[in-house]
């Protein structure tokens, strides 16, 4: 159980395209998800909170008009990189909590989306 | 959230048991500790996490000190497919967010 998945998994575009990422939670219904990013050797920098419904939260730094995020449903959430440039290109990471009660809720992992823009 | 210290690296051999050290001596008591791992070029896994008690499932043990101060992961059985960083995060349960440091470099040797 717990199972996120992402789509695609590799993609690479040229300069000035949007690039749509898609975040799934297969068993389990997200209320909240998240989008990471995380650059060559480097660890898991968080770009924004997405809650189902609402407009998501971004962290400092990141330009959320330029990274669109949309969590329509309490199993998809999306992320498109508008207008990307060859510095957006990177390792994206998307997570999904699953409420557990009291005990601990817990995120799940996708297996990430490799962009790389020319 | 606490700030956790692990190790930047360590060695194990295959088929031996893996204890991979977190400090995180300002925890506050509503703060989980969590611990995932990440293969190269994966998401990270989701392996454990506990409040105060011991914890254990399919995958490791996780062992809480009575202050809380420090935990250590123990993989039982390591196998050369448990390399990968392993990151120790301090959270409260439904709240905050997963910062990710540096984690520990865990290298399985035959």
């Known amino acids: 159980g717990a199972v996120v998945s992402q789509h695609p998994s590799r993609v690479i575009c040229k300069s000035g395209t949007s690039v749509k990422i898609e975040c799934r939670s297969l068993?389990?219904?997200?209320?909240?998800m998240f989008w990471y990013r995380q650059f060559p050797k480097q660890s898991l920098m968080l770009m924004a909170t997405?809650?189902?419904?609402?407009?998501?939260?971004?962290e400092q730094g990141v330009e959320k008009d330029k990274f669109l995020i949309n969590h329509a449903s309490l199993t998809l959430s999306t992320l498109t990189v508008t207008s990307a440039h060859p510095e957006d290109s990177s390792f994206y990471i998307c997570?999904?909590?699953?409420?557990?009660?009291?005990?601990?809720?817990?995120?799940?992992f996708g297996p990430g989306t490799r962009l790389t823009v020319l | 959230d606490a700030k956790t210290t692990q190790p930047p690296s360590m060695d194990c051999a295959e088929g031996r048991a893996a204890n991979l050290p977190c400090n995180h001596s300002?925890?506050?008591?509503?703060?989980?500790v969590y611990w995932y791992r990440q293969i190269h070029s994966q998401g990270p896994q989701y392996i454990i996490h506990?409040?105060?008690n011991n914890e254990t499932n399919e995958m490791a043990s996780l062992i809480i000190t009575e202050d809380r101060k420090s935990s250590t992961l123990i993989l039982p059985h390591a196998t050369l497919r448990d390399t990968a960083v392993y990151y120790c995060?301090?959270?409260?349960?439904?709240?905050?967010?997963?910062?990710f440091g540096k984690g520990t470099k865990l290298s399985v040797k035959p």
């Open positions: 300002t925890i506050s008591g509503n703060e989980y």
């Open positions: 997570s999904a909590m699953l409420l557990a009660g009291g005990q601990g809720d817990t995120q799940y």
């Open positions: 995060i301090a959270k409260r349960g439904s709240q905050g967010n997963l910062i």
């Open positions: 506990g409040l105060k």
């Open positions: 068993d389990f219904q997200a209320t909240t």
């Open positions: 997405s809650n189902e419904g609402s407009k998501a939260t971004y």
